[in-house]
């Protein structure tokens, strides 16, 4: 086998280096949060109203009802949808935020209610 070239060598490593940082800077964070169907301001809505994880991350959402009607939880653009019970123990909602942008949290069946809003880095 030929005697490699030492400058090559190093612009091998440096490549392989710089991918390896590249693919660990990609991968998301495991994110538990929890949002809240409450009454904010005299009007059903969600507590806290804003929700912020990166791009990539691993969300573990915990979705609880107090109110004392059935709601509905709905992520636009994620394709997540789900009611919530008030009798029923709160439901985790996992998914992983592969789109960037602002998304509404919305009540799919009362429109009129106060939306939230994830946020995606």
């Not at 086998?1 to 400058?7: F, I, L, Q, W």
């Not at 008030?86 to 789109?99: H, I, L, M, Y």
Request: glycine share 8%.
């Amino acid at each position: 086998m030929a005697t490699d070239n030492p400058t090559r060598l190093r612009r091998t490593a440096a490549v392989v280096a710089i991918s390896l940082l590249a693919l660990v800077g990609c991968a998301g964070e495991s994110i538990d949060s929890t949002i809240t169907i409450a009454t904010v301001d005299g009007k059903p809505g969600f507590q806290p109203d804003e929700i912020t994880v990166h791009k990539n991350d691993e969300v573990d959402l915990t979705v609880t009802n107090v109110t004392d009607k059935t709601h509905g939880f709905r992520i636009e653009g994620y394709g997540i949808t789900r009611l919530s019970d008030p009798t029923a123990p709160p439901e985790q909602v996992k998914f992983s935020a592969s789109r960037g942008g602002t998304f509404r949290i919305m009540c799919q069946l009362h429109e009129k209610h106060q939306t939230g809003t994830l946020i995606v880095l």
